[in-house]
């Protein structure tokens, strides 16, 4: 019999692996990540947050490396005693996690649940202590990891966390991702949790191949594994590790399907695959007779073209108001830019406003404006002329329409 904590560490050292893969590839998508140093962890997320001081950053990185282990057990450290202290604050307060349902590793996943026909979404939506909180759904309870968890799960997951970083570390193919493993503790801790929840029938997640999918599919329990589509899928992406244990498929677009397929998902004469539809609820706007409205949707790659199409938008267009929704998990550099501008930046993660026209690089929102009947300019690999005449001519046949709906 396999021993849990070697069980688990093996299925670490193989999401990691995939979480690396990725991160190379997301470094080279645009050059607004080229500063950092080589093999730094989430390059898109820290390129947008950091001092742009290379120098610095390199220095720090190459200490940290060197500290690796050491700076590893007191991060651990911290996240293990926090999570004690919300504990037993929460000790009268255990909720077993049972029957359907939902993994939320992103903040999005009671949106995208909502896509999902009503009589067959999971009853629960499990949330992770580190993550936002998440609006509250009708018909469907929310437990959070930590009603379910006990003492000593921390403390397993503190140990095994430096264990497995220390193991995965000692691959020499992997010896220089190590800082990788920053989120060791939260993975092993999730993984801890759940695999004692004997009464959990179905997960859903909506992770495509990174650290987080590979835990989902193999978690040592017997249950049906369901993936929902959640953005784009890169298709450069060479992944090392393939999941294995997925028993269904909500995807929204033949081409991330086949891409999943190719890349990391069982051979699909083992899936059940089912289509959706992707939409969303709009928020109509208060307007004035001859107000129009433009969404930008930004996003963590191309963020100094970003800056440029905006600058350019308000120039060409000085009467149209112009909306700024960030990414919701990473900060924007044109949302630290353009604050003080006309744009209204969007701040609620659930206020998605009704426009004339929304421009989008490769976002998925853009693809549920599209389904809500939002026309949507696509700026990946466009210059600025092109954006502005793709828009002109978007605002020009809803003036037309405007005329036609008055003279009727």
Same mark, same amino acid.
């Given at each position: 019999?396999?021993?849990?904590?070697?069980?688990?560490?093996?299925?670490?050292?193989?999401?990691?692996?995939?979480?690396?893969?990725?991160?190379?590839?997301?470094?080279?998508?645009?050059?607004?990540?080229?500063?950092? +140093?080589?093999?730094?962890?989430?390059?898109?997320?820290?390129?947008?947050?950091? +001092?742009?001081?290379?120098?610095?950053?390199?220095?720090?990185?190459?200490?940290?490396?060197?500290?690796?282990?050491?700076?590893?057990?007191?991060?651990?450290?911290?996240?293990?005693?926090?999570?004690?202290?919300?504990?037993?604050?929460?000790?009268?307060?255990?909720?077993?996690?049972?029957?359907?349902?939902?993994?939320?590793?992103?903040?999005?996943?009671?949106?995208?649940?909502?896509?999902?026909?009503?009589?067959?979404?999971?009853?629960?939506?499990?949330?992770?202590?580190?993550?936002?909180?998440?609006?509250?759904?009708?018909?469907?309870?929310?437990?959070?990891?930590?009603?379910?968890?006990?003492?000593?799960?921390?403390?397993?997951?503190?140990?095994?966390?430096?264990?497995?970083?220390?193991?995965?570390?000692?691959?020499?193919?992997?010896?220089?991702?190590?800082?990788?493993?920053?989120?060791?503790?939260?993975?092993?801790?999730?993984?801890? &949790?759940?695999?004692?929840?004997?009464?959990?029938?179905?997960?859903?997640?909506?992770?495509?191949?990174?650290?987080?999918?590979?835990?989902?599919?193999?978690?040592?329990?017997?249950?049906?594994?369901?993936?929902?589509?959640?953005?784009?899928?890169?298709?450069?992406?060479?992944?090392?590790?393939?999941?294995?244990?997925?028993?269904?498929?909500?995807?929204?677009?033949?081409?991330?399907?086949?891409?999943?397929?190719?890349?990391?998902?069982?051979?699909?004469?083992?899936?059940?695959?089912?289509?959706?539809?992707?939409?969303?609820?709009?928020?109509?706007?208060?307007?004035?007779?001859?107000?129009?409205?433009?969404?930008?949707?930004?996003?963590? &790659?191309?963020?100094?073209?970003?800056?440029?199409?905006?600058?350019?938008?308000?120039?060409?267009?000085?009467?149209?108001?112009?909306?700024?929704?960030?990414? +919701?998990?990473?900060?924007?550099?044109?949302?630290?830019?353009?604050?003080?501008?006309?744009?209204?930046?969007?701040?609620?993660?659930?206020?998605?406003?009704?426009?004339?026209?929304?421009?989008?690089?490769?976002?998925?929102?853009?693809?549920?404006?599209?389904?809500?009947?939002?026309?949507?300019?696509?700026?990946?690999?466009?210059?600025?002329?092109? &954006?502005?005449?793709?828009?002109?001519?978007?605002?020009?046949?809803?003036?037309?329409?405007?005329?036609?709906?008055?003279?009727?």
């Amino acid at each position: 019999m396999t021993n849990p904590r070697t069980e688990s560490i093996d299925a670490y050292i193989q999401a990691t692996t995939n979480e690396c893969v990725t991160d190379k590839v997301l470094a080279t998508v645009d050059d607004s990540a080229a500063w950092l +140093p080589h093999r730094f962890p989430r390059p898109l997320q820290f390129a947008a947050t950091l +001092p742009r001081w290379p120098l610095a950053v390199q220095v720090a990185f190459q200490a940290a490396l060197l500290f690796w282990l050491p700076l590893l057990a007191i991060l651990n450290m911290l996240h293990a005693v926090r999570l004690t202290w919300h504990m037993l604050k929460q000790r009268h307060n255990k909720m077993p996690i049972n029957g359907q349902i939902a993994l939320a590793t992103s903040a999005r996943m009671a949106t995208i649940l909502a896509r999902v026909p009503a009589d067959q979404q999971p009853d629960t939506l499990v949330t992770l202590p580190w993550c936002k909180p998440i609006p509250m759904a009708e018909n469907r309870q929310t437990i959070g990891l930590l009603q379910a968890a006990r003492i000593g799960d921390i403390w397993w997951s503190y140990w095994s966390a430096l264990i497995g970083a220390w193991q995965f570390a000692r691959q020499s193919e992997l010896r220089a991702d190590r800082w990788q493993t920053y989120t060791s503790f939260r993975w092993f801790f999730t993984w801890r &949790v759940l695999s004692r929840q004997s009464e959990i029938d179905t997960i859903w997640f909506c992770n495509h191949y990174d650290r987080w999918a590979v835990l989902v599919d193999r978690l040592p329990l017997q249950v049906t594994r369901i993936l929902i589509q959640h953005g784009f899928a890169r298709s450069e992406l060479q992944l090392p590790v393939r999941l294995e244990q997925i028993d269904a498929f909500y995807y929204f677009d033949e081409q991330t399907k086949q891409t999943l397929l190719d890349m990391t998902l069982p051979d699909k004469s083992k899936l059940r695959m089912e289509r959706l539809t992707a939409t969303i609820n709009l928020r109509s706007l208060p307007r004035d007779s001859d107000q129009r409205h433009l969404l930008f949707i930004s996003q963590p &790659v191309d963020q100094v073209k970003e800056a440029v199409l905006l600058r350019a938008i308000l120039k060409k267009f000085p009467d149209l108001q112009v909306w700024l929704k960030p990414h +919701p998990l990473y900060s924007s550099r044109a949302t630290r830019e353009f604050s003080e501008t006309t744009i209204k930046v969007i701040e609620e993660a659930d206020f998605f406003p009704d426009v004339e026209v929304a421009i989008s690089g490769q976002s998925w929102l853009g693809v549920e404006y599209e389904g809500s009947g939002v026309p949507v300019v696509w700026h990946w690999g466009k210059n600025a002329g092109v &954006v502005l005449a793709e828009i002109t001519a978007i605002l020009e046949k809803s003036d037309d329409l405007q005329v036609v709906a008055r003279a009727s």
